[in-house]
């Protein structure tokens, strides 16, 4: 067996542990199964609420029968055209069956799983996770003789869809990852980040990137954005059009960027306090050096505004002895979770029956594979990342369009076994960033001591870092504190620039005792919550002064790391 043959089956092994793991879902099933036997009048109610639910159904279906004639059976051609259409063959009353008792069998087993009670909140969660795979899965659209668009479509190109969808499964198969995007029209540093910059440091872990002024003059005091070591950092980079980091320097502010290292086996042992200290630590002594600043703005999406928080509450503690030479005098929270409490459906995947599979698998390598990540982050939101494309592409033929987003979503990076354990256990597992119990170099986190002003933006519809639990981890904080909630997901709400005023935001300067309770009484403002930051900043960004120029750098951004080149000899690097 060749190389790559062994990889791709490895690969596939993986996937199962890591996303479609039978016997994990089994296990959820058999809990509610267990909590049920002990509930028979639940059983029977249940029952009954099925046969109300079917009999319902089935009047519906003899009732939109007997209006059709015996020939709406059968799928008809447009009169003009002689075609058969998606449109024609909706009209067939089998299909339309098939759908509305798919959706009437799934709305009872969800109602059975959000009415259990004496259950296991987490084996409950999980439960309902794997459900609502099974349910996503089971949909009549992702089987071709009962999905319109499919069977009108192997009507009209005479089955050559599935020939053509046959190709791009085989594709897909062979680089062992569902195709979300057409990957060849984009190309990072060409129509993806490309904000003019230099990289100015490097070592084992970091790039760091200063970008070029695009003002006459600059606020006196930079920002450091920290993107999540789990993605690469040019979400915030898009293009001009959706580029946190281009705004940012068009208000006057002089940007710096973290870009991590895509690590390999050699970085098996590397973990959340190397990321500190030669990953944000590094970053603010070399911001010092260039700008002769003291104090820095930070920014941190995701797990980066975890990292920056963490290393707030380290060195407000009178123990620390780990100090950078810029201090960070604000701090950006962006869809970042403190309280992993309620941490949504990313919990489950840190779970102790996956992390222990997913190490078992990977314990040769060091690193987990990036593929794994991705894949997961597709299960998350599984019909419209996974089935969404098994029918466009597998079934219609169809190649799928570009897609800025989807490109970044799907160029993945591996995660070190130390990071992979951290992030598992200490956080999501056993919350220890809450409780207070986490440490970084021998010093107990506790958030209650940071005295630096926070703005906390968070994001509705986001199903990475649910609102409502940021919400509950702002509460971790003393005072000085700014929450704001802006609208869509994870990414889209993140970078929802002023020009295309798409989504809204709330604000609410009352802190409440549920996130709810937040949400009721907050100002709905339109617009993007971009702005919103910026009044907030302006006061604490210091003077206006010439603007910067780059001195010495290494390379021109976006640099080496965001492209997977890694360095061969591990070390620090400055600008010559």
């Known amino acids: 067996m060749s190389d790559e043959r062994n990889d791709r089956f490895n690969y596939i092994d993986l996937f199962q542990c890591a996303v479609l793991n039978p016997q ?77 008792y798919y959706k009437t069998v799934s709305d009872w087993l969800m109602n059975i799983l959000d009415h259990m009670e004496d259950m296991d909140p987490q084996q409950l969660h999980s439960a309902k996770f794997f459900m609502k795979q099974y349910i996503d899965m089971m949909s009549p659209d992702n089987f071709p003789f009962l999905n319109p668009a499919v069977l009108g479509e192997m009507i009209k190109s005479n089955g050559e869809n599935f020939k053509k969808g046959w190709e791009l499964f085989i594709e897909d198969f062979q680089k062992g990852a569902i195709t979300t995007n057409d990957s060849t029209y984009y190309s990072v540093g060409d129509n993806l980040a490309t904000t003019p910059g230099k ?69 098996s042992k590397i973990g959340f306090e190397d990321y500190i200290r030669d990953g944000l630590v590094a970053a603010l002594d070399i911001i010092h050096d260039v700008t002769k600043m003291n104090s820095v703005h930070a ?25 950078p ?24 995947f840190m779970a102790d029956a996956y992390m222990e599979c997913i190490k078992a698998q990977l314990k040769a390598e060091g690193i987990m594979d990036g593929r794994i ?29 570009p897609h800025d987003v989807l490109y970044w979503n799907a160029d993945s990076t591996n995660l070190t076994n130390a990071m992979q354990t951290f992030l598992a256990q200490d956080l999501y597992r056993d919350n220890l960033l809450k409780t207070g119990k986490l440490e970084i170099f021998g010093v107990p986190m506790q958030l209650n001591l940071i005295k630096t002003p926070i703005y906390m933006i968070s994001l509705l519809k986001d199903h990475l870092v649910p609102w409502e639990a940021t919400y ?12 704001v909630l802006g609208g869509s997901g994870h990414v889209v709400g993140a970078i929802n620039p002023p020009s295309r005023n798409k989504y809204s935001y709330w604000v609410n300067d009352k802190v409440q005792e549920t996130a709810l309770e937040w949400l009721n009484t907050a100002i709905e403002k ?45 070390g620090d690097e400055r600008a010559q």
């Open 24 to 100: 994990i879902a089994f296990s959820s099933f058999l809990k509610v199964g267990q909590a049920l036997a002990n509930q028979p009048e639940k059983i029977e109610k249940m029952q009954k609420d099925f046969f109300d639910r079917m009999l319902t159904l089935q009047k519906t279906f003899v009732t939109e029968l007997c209006k059709q004639n015996d020939n709406c059976i059968e799928a008809k051609a447009d009169s003009a055209t002689g075609v058969f259409s998606a449109e024609n063959v909706s009209d067939n009353p089998m299909i339309r069956f098939s759908h509305q």
């Open 325 to 348: 030479k810029a201090k960070i005098e604000s701090a950006t929270l962006l869809a970042t979770l403190l309280d992993f409490s309620r941490a949504g459906d990313m919990a489950i």
């Open 373 to 401: 990540m991705y894949n997961t982050f597709s299960a998350l939101k599984a019909k419209d990342m996974v089935w969404r494309y098994l029918i466009n592409s597998y079934m219609l033929g169809k190649k799928p369009a």
């Open 199 to 267: 990289v100015i440091y490097q070592n084992d872990i970091i790039e760091l990137i200063q970008y070029e002024a695009t003002t006459p003059k600059v606020f006196a005091k930079p920002i450091l954005f920290v993107p999540p070591w789990i993605n690469k950092f040019y979400i915030l980079d898009l293009h001009p059009e959706k580029s946190l980091v281009k705004w940012a320097v068009d208000q006057g502010f002089t940007v710096f960027m973290i870009s991590w290292v895509n690590p390999d086996k050699r970085y």
């Open 526 to 570: 339109t617009g993007s919550w971009w702005q919103d930051w910026f009044e907030w900043l302006k006061p604490m960004a210091g003077a206006m002064i010439k603007a910067r120029e780059i001195g010495k750098s290494i390379r021109n951004a976006p640099g080496e790391y965001v492209l997977n080149r890694r360095p061969q000899h591990l």
């Open 472 to 483: 509950d981890g702002m509460k971790l904080f003393a005072t000085n504190i700014r929450f």
């Open 299 to 323: 920014l941190g999406y995701c797990v980066g505004g975890t990292l920056i928080s963490s290393f707030l509450a380290y060195i407000s503690n009178p123990k620390a002895t780990l100090k």
